[in-house]
């Protein structure tokens, strides 16, 4: 290539230099070099396919033959004063291809010096991140979504499912038995779609904190409060404790109220017994603890006990799936626990939560 400097045997290919010409024309990222002028001296094939510009056409021109347009005369000369200066730059950049299409690089472009300290080339190595950048842009943008109907489920949708709540107890005075029982199913259908927008509005805020870290959470006080709360909402269920539950903290976050909720409410609001019944144990080894949440309710066959958890090929739209226990998964998940379905003993099913040890 004309740059390397001592290390070379005669026999080129056997040598230290012809080793390395070989790995610069075999690598992935496009590699060239230029003088101090910016004109191309040395192209690689990954220059090659990657700008769209053969040898032959890059070889003697300046390498603003890749300017796209997209950047201003100063970003360019910052560039220049960088590596004149003997000093390595490094950017993202937009360049644009033999054919007119605009590529990201991440290029890093380093001076090569004489023994003197005198800058005498550049060699610059660039990596195509176009489609990274493209798939980063979507993932902003439906964070954005996702930010919005966070927003939407948080204030507007919840205010108007309370009203709607607030107007059918006034007519409760008004109407005949008839009429009392349609109300009653009103509240019981407001009820859900609340709870509903809750999960939907954790779920999403599972996703845009993703970078949220986990901490050191209490496991019996956030499952006692569980309990408690929902005992309160479905007061003809019986739920209870068996035996004690462990004193230990686990690797959660403020949401693994969350995990426990969603688990408990499906097994009472999937349960087809005249009165649901959940017994929650627990135990703890020194690296885990695992709760148990059993029902006798209908079980689960065997070829749903993924697929509920959103896991299956046609995820939330799978039979039995619910956004909620999708929400248990996720956060289980982001945890580092797991969480499956065993068979209960004689009839239901038990939901196995399995947590780290803080």
Not at 8 to 20: L, N, P, S, V
């Amino acid at each position: 290539m004309g740059t390397e400097s001592g290390g070379a045997d005669e026999g080129g290919q056997d040598g230290r230099g012809g080793r390395f010409e070989d790995a610069i024309e075999q690598t992935a990222h496009a590699v060239y070099i230029t003088d101090t002028e910016g004109v191309i001296e040395y192209v690689n094939p990954a220059f090659e396919e990657l700008t769209g510009y053969s040898e032959s056409e890059a070889l003697g021109r300046r390498t603003s033959l890749l300017q796209s347009g997209e950047h201003d005369q100063t970003f360019y000369e910052e560039l220049w004063d960088t590596i004149l200066d003997g000093e390595q730059w490094e950017a993202e950049i937009v360049d644009e291809t033999r054919d007119g299409d605009q590529v990201i690089l991440d290029q890093t472009i380093s001076p090569l010096t004489t023994e003197d300290g005198e800058v005498e080339r550049f060699v610059a190595v660039a990596q195509d991140v176009t489609d990274r950048k493209s798939r980063q842009r979507r993932l902003e943008e439906q964070r954005d979504d996702l930010e919005l109907l966070n927003q939407v489920l948080r204030h507007d949708m919840r205010n108007d499912l309370q009203l709607v709540m607030a107007y059918a107890d006034l007519l409760a005075d008004h109407v005949d038995e008839e009429g009392r029982e349609y109300l009653a199913a009103i509240d019981e259908s407001v009820e859900n779609a609340v709870e509903l927008t809750t999960t939907a509005r954790n779920l999403s805020e599972v996703i845009l904190q993703s970078n949220v870290e986990n901490t050191s959470v209490p496991l019996g006080m956030v499952v006692e409060q569980q309990i408690e709360e929902i005992r309160g909402t479905h007061q003809d269920a019986s739920v209870r404790v068996d035996g004690s539950l462990p004193s230990v903290r686990v690797v959660a976050n403020s949401m693994l109220g969350s995990v426990f909720r969603n688990v408990l409410k499906n097994a009472i609001q999937h349960n087809d017994e005249a009165v649901a019944e959940v017994v929650v144990s627990a135990t703890a080894d020194a690296d885990r603890v695992t709760v148990r949440v059993a029902d006798n309710g209908p079980g689960v066959p065997d070829e749903h006990k993924e697929v509920v958890f959103g896991k299956g090929e046609k995820g939330l739209e799978s039979a039995g799936t619910g956004i909620g226990l999708y929400l248990v998964q996720s956060l289980v998940d982001s945890y580092g626990g797991d969480v499956w379905i065993e068979d209960n003993d004689p009839d239901g099913a038990v939901f196995v939560i399995e947590l780290q040890r803080a």
